[in-house]
């Protein structure tokens, strides 16, 4: 029996206790994402844009899941204890693929209108919200992670700004892998921005056991007109953990959008974006790091869309990688006709400190407008021996050298993030790892 089977299976046996653990749009969607997870099955490594990181493989294990909404308690004040100095949050937390109520998040004051929480509970509360967005944009016409994330996914977290509120304090969500079994993790998050609305969104991945965890995650971003989001997705989690991620993005006239991955430490990432620019005089930012040693895998596929004129997209994704790990990035920006005075620039820059460690880089451009200024371009290399050589000479250990060369080459990056605390928190964390003290997360006691 295959794998697809196998999931489908499992969904018609249990399809009554799936929708009592969830509720309203999240539950009227499955079977349009049955039907498509029948057509498209999983992906595979036979398909292009998957041809360097089977996904399909991750989902054969027979993974836990928990259906039955069992209550796994998680101590958030013992268990989370790193903060981003200089830096208010509004916190809140997933425990797996649920919302987790906590003392810390009852306490967040909201702007009037605005809705943080539960994806479940808005299904509920504000069921207009989501019949309006939810599995809007997800494309599930596809071989994909969509479908099976629709079809399994009951909870998770919505953001909702509605027209012309500014949410000043910056929201952060912590998701705390933890299970005595090996599980399977269908997340799902909704950013809603209305016009003129404005707010940031950090996202924290850790994990607090040594099982394996497969996590299916699908973001879906709807920004309004002259709307402003920062969307900042860390992953800090172990070797053992294995994360596909799908961010669909949708940007109306005006609308600025700012994204940055960082994945810290992991097992195997593949993370996918998909941009489309609805409106004209838009802009995106989109940007990653990746550190990876010993077999770690990180994979980013990005696609942005320019559907429309005047809108301008920037794109920066750098790596490091050691030992034997391996990395992958492709990266297609596709403009339509009549999509003129578009200017986009997509750079992957790479760095294998071993003959073992390898990456495959495919930046492409899709042209069907002529008054455009675009560019691509990616390298892979080494670290500067020039620059080496003349740290050494200085009295610097080759250790320390070659740390600092490689926080310098990811600084360019972390300084694109608008948040200067963050930015300073993200040095300290990368230069941590560097030095090869994150090799196990502990729920980010490490990074204290």
């Known amino acids: 029996m295959t794998p697809v089977q196998n999931y489908i299976d499992l969904f018609k046996q249990n399809r009554a206790l799936i929708d009592r653990g969830s509720a309203g749009a999240l539950n009227s969607a499955r079977d349009n994402a049955l039907d498509c997870l ?22 054969e294990p027979d993974w836990g899941m928990n259906l039955a909404r069992l209550d796994m308690p998680v101590d958030f004040a013992q268990a989370f204890k790193c903060s981003v100095p200089n830096l208010s949050t509004q916190l809140y937390f997933l425990a797996n693929d649920s919302f987790a109520s906590s003392e810390t998040a009852s306490r967040n004051l909201l702007p009037d209108g605005v809705y943080a929480g539960s994806l479940k509970d808005a299904a509920l509360e504000r069921p207009e919200i ?23 996914a009951q909870d998770g977290f919505m953001l909702y700004v509605p027209d012309g509120v500014v949410v000043e304090k910056p929201l952060q969500l912590i998701t705390l892998l933890s299970s005595k079994v090996d599980l399977m993790v269908n997340r799902r998050i909704l950013v809603v921005l209305g016009r003129c609305a404005q707010a940031k969104l950090l996202l924290c991945d850790h994990a607090l056991a040594a099982n394996q965890y497969l996590t299916a ?68 930012s989109l940007n990653g790091i990746a550190t990876v040693d010993k077999e770690q895998h990180v994979d980013n596929m990005t696609f942005v869309d320019h559907r429309v004129s005047d809108c301008t997209s920037n794109e920066l994704f750098k790596y490091v990688l050691d030992d034997s790990a391996s990395g992958a990035f492709a990266g297609k920006v596709l403009v339509r006709h009549g999509a003129q005075h578009t200017e986009s620039q997509q750079t992957n820059r790479n760095i294998c400190l071993t003959r073992q460690a390898r990456m495959f880089t495919q930046p492409q451009l899709e042209i069907y407008a002529d008054d455009v200024k675009c560019s691509h371009g990616a390298t ?69």
């Open 38 to 59: 029948l057509r498209y099955g999983l992906p595979h490594k036979g398909l292009e844009e998957y041809l360097h990181t089977d996904v399909g493989e991750w989902f």
């Open 217 to 284: 995650q699908v973001t879906e971003v709807f920004a309004g007109e002259d709307s402003a989001l920062e969307l900042y997705d860390l992953e800090e989690t172990h070797y053992a953990n294995r994360r596909a991620s799908e961010l669909y993005i949708n940007q109306e006239a005006d609308s600025n959008v700012e994204i940055d991955y960082v994945t810290l430490h992991n097992g195997r990432t593949r993370n996918t974006v998909f941009s489309t620019f609805a409106g004209r005089g838009s802009n995106l």
């Open 130 to 152: 989501l019949e309006k967005y939810y599995g809007k944009l997800a494309d599930m016409d596809k071989p994909g992670i969509a479908a099976i994330n629709t079809l399994f």
């Open 380 to 448: 892979v290399g080494q670290l500067d021996d020039k620059a080496m050589f003349y740290m050494r000479q200085r009295g610097i250990p080759e250790a320390e050298a070659r740390m600092m060369l490689m926080q310098a080459f990811v600084g360019e990056v972390i300084g694109r993030v608008s948040l200067e605390p963050l930015r300073d928190r993200l040095n300290r964390l990368v230069e941590k790892r560097f030095r090869g003290e994150l090799t196990q997360c502990e729920g980010c006691r490490a990074c204290r």
